[in-house]
T-cell receptor
Framework: AQSVTQLGSHVSVSEGALVLLRCNYS??????LFWYVQYPNQGLQLLLK??????LVKGINGFEAEFKKSETSFHLTKPSAHMSDAAEYFC??????????????FGQGTILTVHP | GAVVSQHPSRVICKSGTSVKIECRSL??????MFWYRQFPKQSLMLMAT?????????EQGVEKDKFLINHASLTLSTLTVTSAHPEDSSFYIC???????????FGEGSRLTVL
């Protein structure tokens, strides 16, 4: 069984400030981890993913996340927020292994608001 | 890039009727598609795995006779909510996998409201 917890359903930052969106997971087997972003009326777009290679993963739009096994965390960060980053962000986990391909367990989402 | 499209994006229906939602992969073939539903302020929950040319695999607790899935071609999967009730009102999202790479593409979702 696997689960994902995103701490904070809403996060608000000022433009130019650090963005930190928290994600903790539980998984009985080595996980693959993902961050997705969803803009209004659009589908989920992959920001980045961890698939057992480098623990620090760089994604699109300046986002990155670090896999910390000891903390079972995969927090998403961006050094400087931009107005266009305002969206809903989802953390997801998938059990590594072919039989679980595509079967993602999602967190409840975090809505990021960026203030001018 | 790859695009997955869902139709309709919004649908309102009366209780007791059936509603079909389509999920299409526009520029790649998808042997496997996945259907999720999302209740307000909750996370996406996997409902079923749609396999081209074979029966769908449903997650525990999902009624296969209520949520009919058909994956008749490599670019189209459909989800039919049969005899819809207000509690079926939700946001339904599909995703499609391309090749053997861990790469999934999501549709824009379909919001179902059952009156």
């Amino acid at each position: 069984a696997q689960s994902v917890t995103q701490l904070g359903s809403h996060v608000s930052v000022s433009e130019g400030a650090l963005v930190l969106l928290r994600c903790n997971y539980s998984s009985s087997v080595p996980p693959y981890l993902f961050w997705y972003v969803q803009y209004p009326n659009q589908g989920l777009q992959l920001l980045l993913k961890y698939t057992s290679a480098a623990t620090l993963v760089k994604g699109i739009n300046g986002f990155e996340a670090e896999f910390k096994k000891s903390e079972t965390s995969f927090h998403l960060t961006k050094p400087s927020a931009h107005m266009s980053d305002a969206a809903e962000y989802f953390c997801a986990v998938e059990n590594a292994g072919g039989t679980s391909y595509g079967k993602l367990t999602f967190g409840q989402g975090t809505i990021l608001t960026v203030h001018p | 890039g790859a695009v997955v499209s869902q139709h309709p994006s919004r649908v309102i229906c009366k209780s007791g009727t059936s509603v079909k939602i389509e999920c299409r992969s526009l520029d790649f073939q998808a042997t496997t598609m996945f259907w999720y539903r999302q209740f307000p302020k909750q996370s996406l929950m996997l409902m079923a795995t749609s396999n081209e040319g074979s029966k769908a695999t449903y997650e525990q607790g999902v009624e296969k006779d209520k949520f009919l899935i058909n994956h008749a071609s490599l670019t189209l999967s459909t989800l039919t909510v049969t005899s819809a009730h207000p509690e079926d009102s939700s946001f339904y999202i599909c995703s499609a996998g391309r090749g053997e790479v861990e790469e999934l593409f999501f549709g824009e979702g379909s919001r179902l409201t059952v009156l």
